[in-house]
């Protein structure tokens, strides 16, 4: 009153009170599903890890090859310079897949697989993708590093479902880089009683290989830098019986291949291939792209 008399301004907002409804809502309810959807979101954040980036129970021991169509390789052996070796053993592949009727009919039982041998970088990868390439056919390529997996078993139905995939697209081409991580000799007893998941691994490619029809047109190429360590029963006849080496280029071959390289920038007119060729002995072809 006595402020109303003198005519001074106030006021005072008013506060309005929450419904107890309301409070119990702020304290106990949105705290839990706070909770809850953390759980569940680390939860699949952790199955995702286990089940590499599958993500889905459902995915659970599928493998994840990449499908590659034609249109994505590209890859002709005219970009793979040199290797002349090699190119000649794998067009043979390439014939088979472009009309098997030739050789069915004449009974001859193509080679199932074919492993490239070679120091790393000298486009073993490149040679794979190229025969993809010249046939028009989809090239599955994984690694063997991508079989080995945390749960015994796990590796084992990645290469069935591998293989699966691989007959359902045929004729294609398997391509298998790295094979020495999971084709290592079985012989290794010591401790720890060796790697039952690696070991798995390994035998189910070796059944499934004996399985598949040959005839169908399932081609699998194999990478590796260390032949010497591979186990015996992959490189029985009727598995990887043919060995294609992938060697360091001569001098010849890194100039075709500086040759490839440079096609895709701007040079100077007076760049010397034979010279630089000369002066990089015993570089690879990753090598000599790099330069
Ligand atoms: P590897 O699988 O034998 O380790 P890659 O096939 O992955 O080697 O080769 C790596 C890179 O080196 C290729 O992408 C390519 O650019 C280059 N390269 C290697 N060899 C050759 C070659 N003969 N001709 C052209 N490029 C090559």
Not at 22 to 51: A, D, F
Request: hydrophobic share 40%; charged share 25%; aromatic share 6%.
């Amino acid at each position: 009153n006595r402020l109303y008399e003198k005519n001074v301004k106030f006021s005072q907002e008013i506060v309005e009170k929450t419904s107890p409804l309301m409070s119990v809502l702020l304290t106990w309810i949105l705290p839990t599903v706070v909770i809850i959807g953390l759980g569940q979101l680390l939860l699949r954040n952790m199955q995702k890890k286990m089940m590499g980036g599958g993500g889905n129970a459902m995915t659970f021991g599928k493998s994840n090859a990449k499908v590659y169509v034609e249109s994505t390789t590209g890859i002709k052996f005219k970009d793979v310079a040199g290797q002349d070796e090699a190119k000649e053993a794998l067009t043979e592949i390439v014939d088979f897949l472009h009309n098997p009727k030739k050789y069915t009919e004449i009974g001859a039982a193509m080679p199932k697989g074919a492993l490239l041998v070679g120091p790393p970088g000298t486009g073993k990868t490149l040679l794979a993708k190229a025969v993809a390439g010249e046939a028009n056919v989809p090239f599955f390529s994984i690694s063997g590093s991508e079989f080995v997996e945390m749960f015994v078993g796990m590796g084992a139905a990645k290469v069935r479902d591998l293989f699966k995939q691989a007959n359902e697209k045929a004729p294609c081409i398997v391509f298998i880089d790295e094979i020495d991580t999971i084709g290592k000799k079985r012989d290794n007893g010591g401790i720890g009683g060796g790697n039952d998941e690696r070991e798995q691994t390994l035998n189910q490619l070796l059944t499934e290989m004996d399985g598949f029809d040959g005839k169908k047109g399932v081609m699998i190429l194999a990478a590796t830098n260390r032949p010497e360590v591979l186990d015996k029963a992959l490189l029985r006849p009727g598995r990887f019986d043919r060995r294609i080496p992938v060697e360091l280029p001569d001098l010849a071959g890194r100039e075709a291949i500086l040759k490839v390289h440079a096609k895709k920038v701007k040079l100077e007119s007076n760049v010397d291939f034979n010279q630089i060729a000369r002066a990089t002995s015993g570089a690879s072809g990753a090598e000599l792209a790099n330069i």
